[in-house]
């Protein structure tokens, strides 16, 4: 479900100029995670409510249900919509903010796992590590192939021999 928006061929990482590669997640990717935590939520209010001797309203009910069903389907639409750019010097990471990462400045890319979602992490030359937010393989059967794109830019254009 991530999209990208690729006018220069998808596995194209010498690129033929043009628009930037864009990945974002999709809108099942983050709809998902969020109406999960809110039907957790409610479970959790329900038994909250129930071991305190009470017993939840209908009405009750109906607005605990009717936020959650509210907050997955505004959050998804709220900006900041995290994405990461692929440009010919660097990689642009926007959300919250904007960062740009010079090609030469990566010292290495990785695929991690966290809690059995996979993402890409990117080691800079100063000792940061910074975790992409897409791509991200939570419903995206593409993952690996976008996460071999993004490692595919920065090896044709890092500046010098293997750095890790």
Not at 11 to 22: C, E, I, L, Q, R
Not at 119 to 132: K, N, P
Request: hydrophobic content about 45%; some cysteine.
């Amino acid at each position: 479900m991530i999209q990208m928006n690729d006018p220069v061929g998808f596995h194209s990482p010498a690129g033929a100029g043009g628009a930037p590669h864009v990945f974002r997640l999709g809108v099942v990717q983050i709809a998902a995670p969020v109406l999960g935590g809110g039907l957790a939520s409610i479970v959790l209010a329900y038994v909250l409510v129930g071991a305190s001797g009470g017993r939840p309203t209908s009405g009750e009910l109906w607005t605990w249900v009717s936020a959650t069903l509210l907050a997955t389907v505004v959050v998804p639409v709220l900006p900041p919509h995290h994405r990461v750019e692929l440009r010919d010097d660097c990689l642009v990471i926007r959300g919250g903010g904007r960062r740009e990462i010079a090609w030469r400045d990566v010292i290495g890319m990785e695929v991690r796992r966290t809690a059995g979602v996979r993402t890409v992490a990117v080691h800079v030359s100063d000792g940061r590590l910074i975790t992409l937010r897409a791509p991200m393989s939570l419903l995206d059967r593409g993952f690996d192939d976008k996460a071999q794109v993004l490692m595919g830019w920065w090896t044709a254009r890092r500046s010098g021999a293997d750095r890790m």
